[in-house]
């Protein structure tokens, strides 16, 4: 049985490392790598949140230039200021939001994080991945079977990163499970997609793809498997019936059992 009465105050990010409008978009670059974030809040000198800059949004502002590895392209990022290229107003919440409606708002949404504010001011952040942490505090007993997404798709990890691409485009899905000689080694979503797209001329998945998951046999317990993935810090799961993959669980799975 769910606690409805769950406040996202319990389970968010604080305090959040956050940029100012005038910080140079190769600095949000460092930072991002620094610290492993996808993105960061930009706030004016009151603390509150006018905007948000993202590794997407890097990516996408950012020229290719030739690297030093054959088939590899660096990517350089403009010194322009965050306050010319963030995604203004992000979409903000109350500490005392509950998990459910958040959750819901997230997948409603189709986004990331939402930003926790009181009194305009930024408190922390609330990630879909941070919805782990509210499945495995629960007692859930439910199967990780009854939440995965049992539309797996594979390729081998030798196979062309556009290759790879095109196969996520077409299958409508957020991830595809690397394998080499009949066994997962690793996992290919949008992130590594976006990324390869634009530093990659040339290559193989294996060289993108996410190495960070865990599998799991499909009747494991949900709570147990999150308890599994915020230990390791993976938020992807790749889940085997009888040795074979079956199924993919990624934050947005754990974010409708935290509902």
Known sequence: MHDAGE????Y?????????????????????????????PVVDGDQRIIGVISLTDLIRLGSIRPGDVAGQSVLEIPEDPV???????????????????????????????????KDERLLGVLAMRDLLRVVAARGSTEPISDYMNDLAVTMPATASIPDAISRLETSQLHTIVVMR?????GTFTQDEAVTARHTFERGQVEDVMNTS????????????????????????LIALHAGQVAGVLSP??????AM
């Open 213 to 236: 998951f865990l599998c799991l046999p499909t009747d494991t317990p949900m709570q147990r498997a999150a308890q599994q993935a915020v230990l390791m810090k993976s938020s992807l």
């Open 12 to 40: 968010m990010v604080a305090p959040v490392r956050s940029v100012r409008g005038r910080t140079s978009l190769r600095e949000v670059s460092q930072l991002l790598t620094t610290h492993g974030l996808s993105a960061l």
């Open 83 to 117: 306050a010319l290229a963030m995604t203004p107003d992000p979409l903000t919440v109350p500490p005392t939001l509950t998990v459910p409606r958040a959750a819901r708002l997230l997948l409603r949404r189709r986004i990331h994080r939402v930003f926790v504010t």
């Open 7 to 10: 406040q996202i105050a319990d």
């Open 252 to 257: 947005t799975d754990f974010a409708f059992a």
């Open 181 to 185: 000689h009949g066994k997962p080694v």
